[in-house]
């Protein structure tokens, strides 16, 4: 059962923000929100994570909605290099002996 | 920190042999890695779950006499498909589970992947 709904696909154009929205209406409590990304032919690459506050780190930023049923990841000035196909994924911290689900994610395609 | 490497990148063999495909956690100990598997354009579907010392946790569907998985240590798993045929063709890729302090941690890193055609 699929916990997170994002589009199929987006398009981007370079050096613009790209904001990539996900609903996970059904998110616990215990539960964060994770965003990987994977580029054609290489394996998923983390971007961010977070519970409830917004978070930003030297990739993306992440905004959670205050109810925490949505949440977009910002790339603030995408690149060519920043097309992929991006996940958003919902699972309790420290599980790490359980194993990401993904879903069908977003394709970003950033245009020049 | 915190790298997986998979060995080889990529390997075409002959319908009928069996393909080794390493996954080794570079800088890091894993108790626990994943599996996955993904035929292009879509997601990755995960196939098993390796635990180090003890037998993998297959999901439905994956037979594990063909998809033989090996944790024989800490920072080693192996994926043998053996028997291949041109239906298993596909991106092979594995995760490692790292248990350390911080905000990381007990999180997943990816290998690279590895593509399987078999002719």
């Known amino acids: 059962d699929a916990k997170t709904t994002q589009p199929p696909s987006m398009d981007c154009a370079e050096g613009r923000a790209a904001n990539l929205p996900c609903n996970h209406s059904t998110i616990s409590g215990n539960e964060y929100v994770y965003w990987y990304r994977q580029i054609h032919s290489q394996g998923p690459q983390y971007i961010i994570h977070g519970l409830k506050n917004n978070e930003t780190n030297e990739m993306a930023s992440l905004i959670i909605t205050e109810d925490r049923k949505s949440s977009t990841l910002i790339l603030p000035h995408a690149t060519l290099r920043d097309t992929a196909v991006y996940y958003c994924i919902v699972r309790p911290r420290n599980s790490g002996n359980t194993p990401l689900v993904f879903g069908k994610g977003t394709r970003l395609s950033v245009i020049a | 920190g915190a790298v997986v490497s998979q060995h080889p990148s990529w390997v075409i063999c002959k319908s009928g042999t069996s393909v080794k495909i390493e996954c080794r956690s570079l800088d890091f100990q894993a108790t626990t890695m994943f599996w996955y598997r993904q035929f292009p354009k879509q997601s990755l579907m995960l196939m098993a779950t390796?635990?180090?010392?003890?037998?993998?946790?297959?999901e439905q569907g994956v037979e594990k006499d063909k998809f033989l998985i090996n944790h024989a240590s800490l920072t080693l798993s192996t994926l043998t498909v053996t028997s291949a045929h041109p239906e298993d063709s596909s991106f092979y890729i594995c995760s490692a589970a790292r248990f350390a302090g911080g905000r990381m941690a007990n999180e997943q890193f990816f290998g690279p992947g590895t593509r399987l055609t078999v002719l």
């Open positions: 390796s635990n180090e010392g003890s037998k993998a946790t297959y």
